[in-house]
């Protein structure tokens, strides 16, 4: 098993960033991808964006041009850095990781709330 730990949640203005962490723990040999998802109040959960094994990333469309995901695998990381927060990028922001070379599916944390004001 995988245990994902979110952090770095908060309440910030419109324009601003934030960084998201997510530390994994458990049997970290098996996870190949990690990466983020985000879901909004009444909506279905989005793909923010994860990084392979070889450290190859790839974004969601909400989250190209404005937000970066990086990984240490040394460390059992993967990092959120948004930049040019908006009122619609309000969500709670999940971590999640995968044993197969594919969008992360099979662990999640527990998810870390993200709130945007205007």
């Known amino acids: 098993q995988v245990q994902l730990v979110e952090s770095g949640g908060g309440l910030v203005q419109a324009g601003g960033s934030l960084r998201l962490a997510c530390v994994a723990s458990?049997?970290?040999?098996?996870?190949?991808?990690m990466g983020w998802y985000r879901q909004a109040p009444g909506k279905q959960r989005e793909l923010v964006g994860f990084v392979s094994s070889d450290g190859t990333t790839n974004y969601g469309d909400s989250a190209k041009g404005r937000f970066t995901i990086s990984r240490d695998h040394a460390e059992n990381t993967v990092d959120l850095q948004m930049n040019s927060l908006k009122p619609e990028d309000t969500a709670v922001y999940y971590c999640?990781?995968?044993?197969?070379?594919?969008?992360?599916?099979?662990?999640w944390g527990q998810g870390t709330q993200v709130t945007v004001s205007s």
């Open positions: 458990g049997s970290i040999g098996s996870i190949r991808t």
């Open positions: 999640a990781a995968d044993w197969r070379e594919r969008v992360p599916v099979n662990y």
